[in-house]
């Protein structure tokens, strides 16, 4: 593999500063999560073993959550590459009351997640600040997770699984699909159950669209696009971002479950690990190449996709509410209320940045993506 470029100066540090922006809502949530806040990456480490146990324990003989009359129906699928707007999306719809959703907190705390997001509810325990990537979004132990381990875990993939690999429904027992099927309807009870639908949002999904649409017939995808300009060199900037925290991590004890270092944060398209062995993880080849092989990949599959929805980040950015209630609409949920102010105060955050981009390399990226900029008109 060629070996990767220095780092940009301007991102040296980056991390630091957005873990000193921290704050808890009381003692027990600087005990809990003020470290895992720290120590915050795609990929959560194991938590504490007395504490997991605990955690297990509880869930197992005292909660015991009752999922019978749960049913996953029309769940909701944020699909789109890094830094194309997918986390802002994912704040937005899933401030609807009528979905439930992988927080923080049950992708940290995995073998237990019903228990910890009880006891986080009812002991107000959470934790808020910038997250590691140092863009100024706040996260929380309640906001929507990536869930990477999750699916990681449902689908059958590993984290250093750089090949492409085309999943078919036959490639999973009916065990599997009920393991999968029992887990989402527990985060839905973690909701308050019957009448919640489930949404995630996962970057590293998009390889996996088809066999998700046959596993959820009825499933809501919604795909996120955005100007491969910004798009493909804020994906490299991930990378350093990413690069950056894992060391700040094993600087003070290994990770755990990540054990062959950083792992490189772009979906697993067909050709990935040929522009990887070819230019490296932090040249704009690459991610400009996986940025147009991704669109090709959805547009050659959506015909066979029944609930296939499409918007622009740029748009969402110019008219936010509006184009949320056509989101919305596509996933038949009702219209926010006025009351909602969970979802009224992320809209009126939406075009604040306090961090400086830098971008360039245009004529290569335009050079690579020249086809997916001209049909969603970035040309």
Request: charged fraction near 25%; include cysteine.
């Amino acid at each position: 593999m060629v070996q990767a470029a220095q780092m940009p100066s301007s991102l040296v540090g980056a991390t630091a500063r957005a873990r000193s922006e921290v704050t808890f809502p009381n003692f027990w949530s600087k005990l809990l999560f003020q470290k895992t806040f720290q120590r915050q990456y795609i990929v959560p480490e194991k938590p504490d073993w007395f504490f997991e146990k605990s955690m297990q324990f509880l869930e197992r003989f005292v909660i015991r959550p009752d999922i019978s009359d749960i049913r996953v129906e029309k769940p909701i699928f944020l699909i789109g590459l890094p830094r194309s707007g997918t986390t802002l999306t994912s704040d937005l719809v899933c401030s609807h009351p009528q979905l439930g959703y992988i927080t923080n907190a049950m992708h940290q705390f995995r073998s237990a997640f019903c228990a910890v997001e009880v006891m986080r509810k009812l002991l107000h325990i959470d934790v808020r600040g910038g997250r590691y990537l140092a863009d100024t979004v706040e996260v929380s132990a309640g906001s929507p997770s990536d869930s990477v381990c999750f699916w990681g875990e449902w689908l059958k993939y590993g984290i250093y699984d750089y090949d492409f690999v085309e999943r078919k429904l036959a490639d999973y027992s009916q065990s599997d699909l009920d393991f999968m099927y029992t887990q989402i309807r527990k985060i839905l009870w973690c909701f308050g159950g019957q009448d919640k639908r489930f949404c995630t949002k996962n970057p590293m999904l998009i390889p996996d669209v088809p066999v998700l649409a046959e596993m959820f017939p009825d499933g809501k995808f919604v795909h996120i696009i955005r100007d491969p300009r910004k798009c493909v060199n804020s994906m490299l900037k991930i990378y350093w971002l990413e690069k950056e925290q894992f060391e700040f991590i094993e600087s003070q004890r290994p990770h755990g479950i990540c054990n062959q270092g950083a792992t490189i944060p772009y979906p697993r398209v067909r050709h990935m690990k040929e522009w990887l062995d070819e230019f490296g993880p932090a040249d704009i080849r690459t991610t400009a190449h996986i940025w147009q092989e991704s669109i090709d990949y959805l547009q050659e599959r959506k015909p066979s996709l029944p609930n296939y929805y499409e918007i622009r980040f740029e748009d969402l950015l110019a008219s936010p509410h509006e184009e949320m209630s056509k989101i919305f609409d596509f996933c038949e949920l009702p219209a926010i209320t006025k009351d909602n102010q969970k979802y009224w105060n992320r809209i009126d955050e939406v075009g604040t940045v306090r961090h400086k981009n830098e971008y360039g390399d245009f004529s290569e990226i335009e050079a690579i993506c020249r086809r997916g900029m001209e049909q969603y008109g970035y040309c």
